[in-house]
């Protein structure tokens, strides 16, 4: 798409920076939109599942402003969540308001740019992908999504694969503890070599959670328990919506073991993928997920549709929904699953 058309995405976290401006109810504004009034847009515009495969454009400096600005909108957000909790006295639903907007806002929005900065090779963007975790407080995942992740996908090493059967709510567990873990053993194998010292002192992990420490200390103690509070259950908020993100995008996919005792390379039939213009656009090429797990460098903009991996039968909205409810989503995705295991086999 023409790197224009991103900017579609502009008024998606503008909408959250504006509820939480205004506060009060307007603040479910932005959560109906992402869950409610998409999912129903991806039902009625034509443009899902893509029966051909189709190619990725050409990177551009616009790619990369939307990019800047999606980083903004979840800082302002934040700023505006905090001062919100800490200088108005809120009722429960308003609180629940506020805690939804900014939890999706973390998430859908900061989690997801951070990842696309994440897999950058510039320092600088790197850098500010590690700071856009940090209102989900899920810095480790600029580790272990990278180096983690990416090397075990659709394997039973990979937390973040969810196997088949298994419901939603049991993947969070395992994938938010599995990540958070598999995150300290891969820093530690990257200095295991180096001076004791020295694995203080270079641990990414370490400094991260230091990093996340220090700012919620900062919030509790300058603005209040009500602010950090609010701040923590927004963060889980954003980052169970990652995982159930993270769910849909692999859900019952295993690479084939090989007699070497190694798995087969990465490919496109091991990632869940929609090429769904309304998705693509708001959730920056993220449902184009089969092209970026096969060739992860590839920036978002170029990324290209194959027709030949597994399609999800709806949009990104309404996949996280359907997951909610196991019996619906089990009978939906198993189905295709079955489909595909046939199509593969033939």
Known sequence: MNPLVYFIAVGFPLT???????????????????????????????????????????????????????????????????????????????????????????????????????????????????????????????????????????????????????????????????GWMSAWRIEGHRLQRHAWWQRVVNNQMLRLQLMQVIALALVGFGLGTAALLTWVTSAVVGFLLLETVNYVEHYGLLRERLPNGRYERVAPKHSWTSDHPISRALLYELPRHADHHAYAGRPYGALRHFSDAPQLPTGYAGMILLALIPPVYKRLIHAQLDSEAIRLAS
């Open 16 to 178: 959250a920076v504006l509820g939480l401006w205004s506060g009060g109810l307007s603040t479910f504004a932005f959560p109906a939109l992402a869950f409610v009034a998409v999912p129903m847009a991806e039902l009625l515009v034509p443009g899902l599942g893509a029966k051909e495969s189709a190619p990725g454009g050409e990177h551009r400096t616009a790619h990369d402003v939307v990019l800047v600005h999606a980083f903004v909108m979840v800082w302002l957000g934040m700023g505006l969540m905090l001062w919100q909790s800490s200088a108005v006295v809120l009722g429960s639903l308003e609180w629940t308001g506020l805690v939804l907007c900014a939890g999706v806002l973390f998430g859908a929005i900061g989690i997801n740019v951070a990842h696309e900065m994440g897999h950058r090779s510039s320092k600088m963007y790197q850098a500010l992908a590690k700071v856009l975790l940090l209102p989900a407080l899920y810095t480790h995942f600029f580790i272990e999504h990278n180096r983690g992740h990416h090397r075990h996908i659709a394997t039973p090493a990979d937390p973040a694969t969810a196997r088949r059967n298994e419901i939603v709510y049991a993947f969070w567990f395992r994938s938010v503890t599995g």
